[in-house]
């Protein structure tokens, strides 16, 4: 006797593929939470003189890999305002990491329109490396041009720039691979696949 397979309804297949198109974006922002989550985090194993792995740079730099520069540079700006809302304090003057994200964000994506570097791990650490130094740049110059910090801060700043941003380039070029190569992996849909 022949098996008859049932049709499922056509509005259950719609409901399939939807979920199935989204899926990957979903789970894009579920690995942004958990980064977010680990941002003050001081684990054992992932500090170096109480320095983390940058954990929302190397979210922004695996999402920009492959997309257009102003989707690129707009998540750039929410991530920073993200990143200023898990460390700086309220009403308190430090600089805000957005120019830097969005700067970062936008060379990330130029860098990969161009084909200057390629998926894998040495090219991922070394852009997050370069990455990650940018932005500590970019909050150090914030600082230094700072109307709260005095002529005689500005050695002070600089000289702790150096180690500060050496040391979380090394620890988040070092984490990148683990945070980018399971997002690259996922179905995600593009801008221009509308239904």
Not at 52 to 57: F, I
Not at 162 to 184: G, R
């Amino acid at each position: 006797m022949p098996i008859l397979k049932s049709k499922s309804p056509k509005w259950l297949q719609s409901l399939q593929n939807y979920l199935q198109r989204w899926q990957g974006l979903a789970m894009l922002f579920l690995a942004l939470g958990l980064c977010m989550l680990m941002m003050p985090l001081r684990l054992t194993g992932l500090t170096i003189g109480d320095i983390a792995p940058n954990w929302l740079l190397i979210w922004l730099v695996s999402f920009s890999l492959n997309r257009p520069v102003v989707v690129a540079v707009i998540m750039g700006a929410a991530i920073g305002l993200v990143h200023d809302a898990l460390t700086i304090p309220p009403e308190s003057p430090a600089p805000s990491h957005v120019w830097g994200m969005m700067l970062i964000a936008g060379l990330t994506a130029l860098l990969q329109k161009q084909r200057y570097l390629r998926e894998d791990f040495i090219s991922v650490a070394v852009i997050v490396f370069a990455m990650t130094v940018l932005a500590e740049t970019a909050i150090a110059l914030q600082w230094s041009f700072s109307p709260y910090g005095s002529s005689h801060d500005l050695g002070q700043i600089w000289r702790h720039h150096q180690p500060i941003a050496l040391t979380s380039a090394l620890l988040s070029a070092l984490w990148a691979p683990a945070v980018h190569f399971p997002l690259a992996k996922l179905p995600i849909p593009q801008l221009d696949n509308h239904p």
